[in-house]
Structures are given as C-alpha cells and as structure tokens.
C-alpha cells in the first residue's frame, strides 16, 4: 500500500503563503503523478497542481498559475505545494494524491489519497 500524510495548513491572510508537504510511504510503483487537490463543503474536488515522480514534469490549474509551485525531493518522497499570493478562494481542504497518469487533472486517475490539510485565507 501507499500512504500519504499531508502537511503544513493552517491559517493566513489574503497576500501570504503557505508550504504544504506530502510524505509518501509504502509501494510507489504506481505513483507516476502526484497531485494536489482542494475542496470546499458540497463542491467536486478540484485540481490544484502535479508532478511526475521522475522528470518532474508539472502541471497547474489557471486558478494557480503564477502563484503555485510544486515539487518534489525524491530522496524524502515528499512533494511540495508552495503557495504565494494567497486569496480568500483558495481556502478549502487540500488533498494530496498519488498514481495518477498524464494528464493528471482528474481525480478518478488516482490510487491514494492523503487525509487531507485545511488551508483558510482570510481577507
């Protein structure tokens, strides 16, 4: 199995940043794309941003463009969502996910899922 801990939520205004982390465990045989993931109450989970765990390729949501940026250190099996610039919209619970295929914009393309990190930006 894979297992994924998410990392480094929390609170913060309009304008900041925050860094969230996934530390992945277990077979990662699967995992050619990891993906960050955010959902608010009564909403679909919507893509955020992706990496291949090889090239490090990346991919991002327009929402995100410019602001994000992800990333992984293959020697601690961790990726990364370093978040800038930071707006009100984007407070929801972010999901890191791994497995999933190019292009990784659909949930349904991945295996494993992390618990989630709240992440609340206040205006």
């Known amino acids: 199995q894979v297992q994924l801990v998410e990392s480094g939520g929390g609170l913060v205004q309009a304008g900041g940043s925050l860094r969230l982390s996934c530390a992945a465990s277990g077979r990662t045989f699967s995992r050619y794309a990891m993906g960050w993931f955010r959902q608010t109450p009564g909403s679909e989970r919507e893509f955020v941003a992706a990496i291949t765990w090889s090239a490090g390729s990346t991919y991002y949501a327009d929402s995100v463009k410019g602001r994000f940026t992800i990333s992984r250190d293959n020697a601690k099996n961790t990726v990364y969502l370093q978040m800038n610039s930071l707006k009100p919209e984007d407070t929801a619970v972010y999901y890191c996910?791994?497995?999933?295929?190019?292009?990784?914009?659909?949930?349904?393309?991945?295996?494993?899922w992390g618990q989630g990190t709240q992440v609340t930006v206040s205006s």
């Open positions: 996910a791994a497995g999933g295929s190019w292009p990784p914009v659909s949930s349904r393309k991945y295996d494993y």
